[in-house]
């Protein structure tokens, strides 16, 4: 018998998987609404919805596409404390840029920021955002000496 998945089943497939499984384990993933009959109705509903979220995918990776092509022209300067011999009091966090970033428009949750290294110098850092599975953007952070205020 042949059904489609209509949620994850453990050790069959995933969401939308067109497996061949025996008669009464088919009945029973029906019966437990985990699977639908691979009808030639189903079958054609299946396609339709995978053709709609390939193109919600597509636009979402377009989308993600312009974002990243401003990100990558800013760069984002913080001024910072700083001791002897232009050491930095702490670091600068995600969720920092994060928030500058909102101040320049861009909805970027702190998660997506990956940070390799600690931000805890003077001088410019790269910092890689993930706007899409596909799509990642770089900027730039800089740290500049300044008075007694953290930005």
């Known amino acids: 018998m042949k059904v489609i998945l209509i949620e994850e089943v453990k050790k069959q497939g995933k969401k939308g998987d067109v497996i061949e499984v025996k008669d009464g384990y088919g009945n029973f993933l029906i019966n437990n609404k985990q699977a639908v009959?691979?009808?030639?109705?189903?079958?054609?509903?299946?396609?339709?919805?995978?053709?709609?979220?390939?193109?919600?995918?597509?636009?979402?990776?377009?989308?993600?596409?312009?974002?990243?092509?401003?990100?990558?022209?800013?760069?984002?300067?913080?001024?910072?404390?700083?001791?002897?011999?232009?050491?930095?009091?702490?670091?600068?966090?995600?969720?920092?840029?994060?928030?500058?970033?909102?101040?320049?428009?861009?909805?970027?949750?702190?998660?997506?920021?990956?940070?390799?290294?600690?931000?805890a110098a003077l001088g410019g850092h790269d910092v890689e955002i993930e706007l899409h599975k596909k799509v990642n953007a770089a900027i730039k952070v800089f740290l500049t000496a300044g008075g007694g205020n953290n930005e």
Not at 37 to 49: F, G, W
Not at 88 to 94: T, W
Request: net charge positive; aromatic share 4%.
């Open 37 to 119: 009959l691979a009808s030639s109705l189903n079958l054609d509903k299946l396609k339709k919805e995978n053709e709609q979220k390939e193109k919600e995918f597509n636009n979402d990776v377009k989308e993600a596409e312009k974002t990243k092509e401003k990100l990558e022209k800013i760069t984002l300067t913080f001024v910072v404390k700083t001791g002897k011999e232009d050491k930095v009091f702490g670091s600068i966090s995600q969720k920092q840029i994060s928030e500058k970033l909102k101040e320049q428009g861009f909805e970027i949750d702190k998660k997506q920021i990956k940070v390799s290294n600690q931000i």
